[in-house]
């Protein structure tokens, strides 16, 4: 069962994503500066992933 929220804690699906960004890209800049990924791996992963829909 679903919970109910109140408008003032709700969020919109923007937001969401956008917060959802921003903590992917800092994951990978603290990878990538700690020099255990490359940016060209992640864009990899991500192409492989998209197509093995």
Same mark, same amino acid.
């Given at each position: 069962?679903?919970?109910? =929220?109140?408008?003032?804690?709700? =969020?919109? $699906?923007?937001?969401? =994503?956008?917060?959802?960004s921003y903590e992917m890209?800092?994951? $990978?800049?603290v990878l990538e500066n %700690?020099?255990?990924?490359?940016?060209?791996?992640? $864009?990899?992963? $991500?192409?492989?992933? %998209?197509?093995? %829909?």
């Open positions: 069962m679903t919970e109910q =929220v109140d408008k003032e804690q709700a =969020v919109t $699906i923007e937001e969401l =994503v956008v917060s959802h890209l800092a994951l $990978i800049t %700690k020099g255990i990924l490359s940016r060209s791996e992640i $864009i990899s992963v $991500i192409n492989e992933l %998209k197509n093995s %829909k």
